[in-house]
């Protein structure tokens, strides 16, 4: 029964790691979009480097924070794991 047990962690640590792969894809092709977005506004004369780059400012903060919160939140996690064995 153990080898059972191991076989089915593993698989739900792979399913977790393929939903994280996947996410992350699509948060680089959203920031891709957004470059592109970006770039043609600036070109097409719909609007100034200001409110460019205050818009990419505002959506780099916003990223910063979201890394942080899953930083500190894994990193808590792994520490009370450890605690615990």
């Given amino acids: 029964m153990p080898d059972g047990i191991r076989y089915q962690s593993g698989s739900?640590?792979?399913g977790v790691k393929k939903q994280w792969l996947a996410k992350w894809q699509r948060r680089r092709l959203a920031e891709r979009d957004?470059?592109?977005a970006a770039a043609f506004a600036l070109m097409a004369g719909l609007a100034d480097e200001r409110t460019v780059a205050g818009f990419v400012l505002?959506?780099?903060i916003r990223t910063a924070i979201v890394?942080?919160?899953i930083g500190v939140t894994l990193s808590g996690y792994?520490?009370?794991m450890r605690l615990r064995h």
């Fill in 12 to 14: 739900v640590v792979a």
């Fill in 34 to 36: 957004l470059q592109q």
């Fill in 58 to 60: 505002v959506h780099a």
């Fill in 67 to 69: 890394h942080a919160v």
């Fill in 78 to 80: 792994v520490f009370d």
